[in-house]
């Protein structure tokens, strides 16, 4: 039995050489189910469906628990190590730990070193949410690429690729829309209208502080969830910085202050990404000290967009007052 987080270095052929039963202790007192050996049964698979009806003892409600209390002396069992001759053993058997690797062991040190046993398995235990077929666990996860490659040779993408073509076309659209529309929009900030009321001013830069929060939600949301995670934060980015032109060119606002946050993932991405990292810990240094340098930036553009966002609502209420038209033209 396998859990779809497992990614496999190498082959386990010899895991049919088990006996009855055989699973891997990543927890010291508990054996883990993402990956297990349970020969074909119908007298056991009947007494598990007996203890489920009469409601044995189950600690975390779901399968781990169950098998868990079902095989409680497991711990006791001997190692499994596989016959030269190909035959197959009998009774319950302890895997080595090589055949369920934790992915923290990889991300302590960017690499394996673990003595017991063939590494032969990896596994991804955590979050529901932080899964390796999701494109966002990349690169938070380093391995979420290796198994995106071996989805991409057995799988495939054909599903998700409509979708995904169908919103490249939809940003490029958006973003040529908007480079034709400009100069007109810059012609109508300047034509003089009666004198706005209060609640508008107040909803105008409501709506431009909600329409620069869609820009870096709302492409979040609508890509294919496990579409290959490099495809995935591009189209993101594609995304958010589609939405923050329209929002700047709508709202008369600077467009670069908008962009850092794209600007800011990317570079995120790119340390997180790095390959040359000695270990994990200095992996981990290096992301603080870009999340240190990268702060104060970030506040900088929110103090600046702000403070356009007030000036631009200021300009639409003052009845027949224009601006040099420079102030809209202007990017940055």
């Given at each position: 039995?396998?859990?779809?987080?497992?990614?496999?270095?190498?082959?386990?052929?010899?895991?049919?050489?088990?006996?009855?039963?055989?699973?891997?202790?990543?927890?010291?007192?508990?054996?883990?189910?993402?990956?297990?050996?349970?020969?074909p049964?119908?007298?056991?698979?009947?007494?598990?469906?007996?203890?489920?009806?009469?409601?044995?003892?189950?600690p975390?409600?779901?399968?781990?628990?169950?098998?868990?209390?079902?095989?409680?002396?497991?711990?006791?069992?001997?190692?499994?190590?596989?016959?030269?001759?190909?035959?197959?053993?009998?009774?319950?058997?302890?895997?080595?730990?090589?055949?369920?690797?934790?992915?923290?062991?990889?991300?302590?040190?960017?690499?394996?070193?673990?003595?017991?046993?063939?590494?032969?398995?990896?596994t991804?235990?955590?979050?529901?949410?932080?899964?390796?077929?999701?494109?966002?666990?990349?690169?938070?996860?380093?391995?979420?690429?290796?198994?995106?490659?071996?989805?991409?040779?057995?799988?495939?993408?054909?599903?998700?690729?409509p979708?995904?073509?169908?919103?490249?076309?939809?940003?490029?659209?958006?973003?040529?829309?908007?480079?034709?529309?400009?100069?007109?929009?810059?012609?109508?900030?300047?034509?003089?209208?009666?004198?706005?009321t209060?609640?508008?001013?107040?909803?105008?830069?409501?709506?431009?502080?909600?329409?620069?929060?869609?820009?870096?939600?709302?492409?979040?949301?609508?890509?294919?969830?496990?579409?290959?995670?490099?495809?995935?934060?591009?189209?993101?980015?594609?995304?958010?910085?589609?939405?923050?032109?329209?929002?700047?060119?709508?709202?008369?606002?600077?467009?670069?202050?908008?962009?850092?946050?794209?600007?800011?993932i990317?570079?995120?991405?790119?340390?997180?990404?790095?390959?040359?990292?000695?270990?994990?810990?200095?992996?981990?240094?290096?992301?603080?000290?870009?999340?240190?340098?990268?702060?104060?930036?970030?506040?900088?553009?929110?103090?600046?967009?702000?403070?356009?966002i007030?000036?631009?609502?200021?300009?639409?209420?003052?009845?027949?007052?224009?601006?040099?038209?420079?102030?809209?033209?202007?990017?940055?």
């Amino acid at each position: 039995m396998l859990d779809a987080d497992n990614l496999f270095l190498q082959k386990t052929d010899e895991l049919f050489q088990c006996g009855q039963f055989c699973a891997v202790f990543i927890n010291p007192c508990v054996f883990h189910t993402g990956l297990f050996v349970l020969q074909p049964s119908k007298r056991v698979f009947d007494d598990m469906m007996n203890e489920v009806r009469v409601g044995r003892d189950n600690p975390d409600g779901a399968d781990q628990g169950f098998i868990g209390s079902y095989f409680p002396d497991l711990l006791n069992q001997p190692m499994f190590y596989p016959p030269s001759n190909s035959s197959i053993l009998d009774g319950n058997f302890r895997l080595p730990l090589g055949y369920q690797m934790d992915a923290t062991y990889y991300y302590l040190r960017l690499r394996w070193s673990i003595p017991c046993g063939p590494n032969s398995v990896i596994t991804f235990p955590g979050a529901p949410w932080l899964k390796p077929w999701y494109w966002w666990s990349w690169p938070i996860l380093p391995l979420g690429l290796q198994w995106h490659e071996q989805r991409r040779h057995t799988l495939g993408y054909g599903a998700e690729m409509p979708l995904v073509l169908i919103q490249i076309l939809l940003y490029l659209g958006i973003l040529a829309m908007i480079r034709l529309a400009r100069p007109n929009l810059t012609k109508l900030s300047h034509r003089r209208s009666e004198k706005p009321t209060a609640s508008f001013h107040s909803a105008l830069k409501l709506g431009a502080f909600w329409s620069i929060l869609a820009a870096y939600v709302l492409p979040f949301f609508i890509i294919p969830t496990t579409i290959h995670p490099l495809l995935g934060w591009g189209l993101y980015l594609l995304g958010s910085s589609t939405f923050s032109f329209l929002a700047s060119t709508v709202f008369l606002l600077p467009l670069l202050p908008l962009l850092l946050p794209s600007i800011g993932i990317l570079g995120a991405l790119l340390v997180m990404a790095f390959p040359f990292y000695s270990d994990g810990v200095v992996r981990g240094l290096f992301i603080f000290l870009y999340a240190f340098c990268a702060a104060p930036v970030v506040w900088s553009a929110a103090v600046r967009t702000a403070a356009a966002i007030q000036s631009s609502a200021s300009f639409v209420v003052k009845s027949g007052e224009t601006l040099p038209s420079s102030r809209f033209n202007k990017w940055c």
